[in-house]
């Protein structure tokens, strides 16, 4: 199909209201809730506290000691840092008051602490450490971890086998380990050492450089050398059946996907993974090489429903396709690039299932990526209200809403695509993915709206207002009258919510007829616009947005076909065409009655000319389509399509 771009013209539209709910989707709602009740409000209300701000960290060195038939964790965390601030001589952490800290140990001798009840460690320096002066510190820990959320540290069972698994999103870092837990400072590089009873495997970050053997136990040993924020790191412990899957990759060593799976699971799971592998390659085409291919990417099963995207090895509950290239997405959209606010969650869950959503298009079928489409849509629409922008941070359910930091934040970019093209749309994405600052660190939306726009040169703060911040979505009418190779369009819309009273984007109109058809690219700024169009055939049928590009719902297409071909008609001229003050109308017998009618159907003018050849001044018309309605003495009526400039 041909893409045709069009102008407008005029004016007109209404609006309705209501409001929100919530559901999620790899973070499964039902379990969700029951977590959400157990956890206490301090977790829920968690922020980033300002105390931990003075300073950069650099580097861990996590050492944890654990046992999956205990619910107990004992644990030396060693953190190299650099002061960014004057006068530095204390270092706050984030960690559950539960917990306790047996010492604190800088350049080897013991400093003063206080673990507070706020869930804050404040260590005292004995001196002022200079601003860009690296230094380091040791805390040693212990205890019954305090899981809340979505399971921060969890010791449960498997098939009657002891598990231990941790899940730290978003909030949940600092009940299991002394961290800095913010958006906005990732660790540049970490060790991970885990000793366990030598049964049981340990899954972490990175690459596994050693298993020690430690008398009855086992010392393992990962190391990763990419920034990671706080919540991204993470540990599986239980009796893993492992084994690799291979992505190759063009040029270059293929990419090793390293799967740690229960034993029970063994064999449905290696039917099950091989579906990455042209996944990986899609994504490794579209969006650049896996961030982290000097290292691993993996996947370890976990006792939760859904999966968590931890840096190189994702934590999920089965090896369902849609699943893993959810959370294979994420380590670009998510852990490479990382939304800077629980805000912009979008960024991160939004992206991913779109990404998901595209492998639909891309490796599927045309029937499957439409039902895919078809799917969001629907649910997004099911309620009035609820913006992609995260209101109430307070709040983990409504941070991993399906409906909107996955489904309309999906579409949204969906949208975006329609709007910039697709050129330009994977360019941008790729320019914002690897932009300095933003590679490797974090993101807000508004850094993704400069890299669109600087792309494709098009002001998309009006778009952002509407469908980031704004809540619902639009219903658009149609009213089409096809007269020959002339089409008008008047283009009414009303909205769901009052936060917008006008979703002002181009619209997707398809024209089909003679065998033939063509997308029109209307560029829908006010409702009641019309648009006059004069095609390469004859219409016979008008469709909208029959590809699923925009998010909408109950839209309506009104067609009229006009012109001397239908019984009863007589044929009409009417010049110039269109016009701007006075127009001409000639006809083979004289006209009893003469209507111009807008795109409602209303006359806006009549005249009884008893005349086979009159004028009629429209210079008070305002711009747009209109009919031009003549009856004659015989009943007969000639209808002709008129644009007036």
């Not at 199909?1 to 919530?22: G, V």
């Not at 089965?318 to 912009?344: I, N, P, R, Y």
Request: net charge negative; hydrophobic share 40%.
């Amino acid at each position: 199909m041909r893409i045709i771009t069009f102008l407008f013209t005029t004016l007109f539209f209404s609006l309705q209201a209501q409001s929100q709910t919530d559901d999620v989707i790899c973070k499964d709602l039902d379990f969700l809730v029951a977590k959400e009740q157990q956890a206490q409000q301090g977790l829920v209300n968690f922020r980033s506290n300002p105390l931990t701000d003075g300073y950069d960290l650099k580097y861990h060195r996590l050492e944890w000691q654990v046992d999956p038939t205990q619910n107990y964790i004992k644990g030396s965390i060693t953190s190299y840092f650099e002061p960014t601030v004057a006068g530095f001589q204390q270092l706050n952490f984030d960690l559950n008051a539960t917990l306790n800290v047996n010492d604190v140990l800088y350049h080897g001798n013991p400093v003063s602490f206080i673990l507070m009840g706020n869930d804050m460690l404040q260590i005292n320096l004995p001196g002022v450490i200079p601003a860009g002066q690296l230094d380091s510190l040791t805390v040693a820990y212990e205890g019954v971890p305090d899981s809340g959320g979505f399971g921060s540290f969890e010791q449960t069972t498997h098939n009657g086998d002891p598990i231990i698994w941790t899940l730290s999103e978003p909030y949940g870092a600092k009940d299991w380990w002394p961290c800095k837990q913010d958006l906005n400072d990732k660790i540049d590089s970490i060790d991970v050492f885990v000793t366990t009873p030598q049964a049981y495997r340990v899954g972490s970050n990175g690459v596994l450089v050693s298993e020690t053997q430690s008398g009855t136990d086992k010392v393992y040993h990962w190391k990763h050398r990419h920034p990671i924020p706080a919540y991204l790191i993470a540990i599986a412990v239980t009796n893993y059946s492992v084994y690799s899957d291979y992505v190759p990759v063009p040029g270059g060593d293929p990419i090793e996907v390293l799967n740690y799976v229960f034993p029970e699971n063994l064999a449905n799971a290696q039917s099950s993974t091989p579906n990455l592998i042209p996944i990986m390659q899609f994504y490794n085409d579209k969006f650049g090489l896996y961030p982290f291919a000097d290292e691993k990417y993996g996947h370890a099963q976990f006792g939760w429903g859904g999966g968590m995207e931890h840096q190189t090895m994702t934590f999920l509950v089965g090896f369902g396709t849609s699943l893993m290239a959810h959370e294979l997405a994420h380590q670009w959209f998510g852990d490479k690039v990382t939304c800077g606010s629980w805000e912009d969650i979008w960024l991160n869950e939004g992206f991913a299932t779109y990404l998901d959503g595209l492998t639909n298009e891309f490796l599927g079928s045309p029937e499957a990526w439409y039902n895919w489409k078809a799917g969001r849509i629907s649910s997004i629409t099911s309620q009035p209200g609820g913006s992609v922008w995260v209101d109430d941070t307070t709040s983990v359910n409504r941070i991993f809403n399906s409906r909107l930091s996955y489904s309309k934040g999906a579409m949204l970019l969906n949208m975006l695509r329609w709007t910039v093209g697709d050129d330009n749309f994977f360019q941008a994405l790729n320019n914002y993915e690897d932009a300095a600052g933003i590679a490797y660190g974090y993101a807000k939306t508004a850094n993704l709206q400069f890299y669109f726009e600087s792309l494709s040169g098009i002001d998309l703060t009006s778009f952002f207002n509407d469908w980031f911040y704004g809540q619902g979505y639009p219903s658009y009418q149609i009213s089409a009258v096809a007269d020959g190779y002339d089409l008008a369009l008047s283009v009414g819309q009303t909205t769901s919510h009052p936060s917008v009273d006008f979703f002002e984007m181009p619209i997707p109109v398809k024209v089909s007829g003679e065998g033939q058809d063509t997308i029109l690219r209307l560029d829908h700024t006010f409702s009641g616009q019309t648009f006059m169009v004069t095609l390469p055939f004859k219409a016979s049928a008008v469709e909208f947005d029959p590809d699923l590009w925009l998010i909408s719902k109950d839209n309506t297409v009104d067609f009229t076909l006009t012109g001397t071909a239908e019984a009863g008609q007589v044929a009409v001229d009417v010049y110039p065409n269109p016009a701007n003050e006075v127009v001409h109308i000639a006809a083979p017998m004289p006209v009893k009655r003469m209507e111009i009618r807008n795109s409602a159907g209303t006359a806006v003018k009549t005249l009884l000319p008893v005349s086979s050849s009159f004028e009629a001044n429209v210079q008070d018309l305002p711009g747009g389509a209109y009919l031009v309605v003549c009856y004659f003495e015989n009943g007969m009526q000639g209808v002709k399509l008129l644009g007036k400039l």
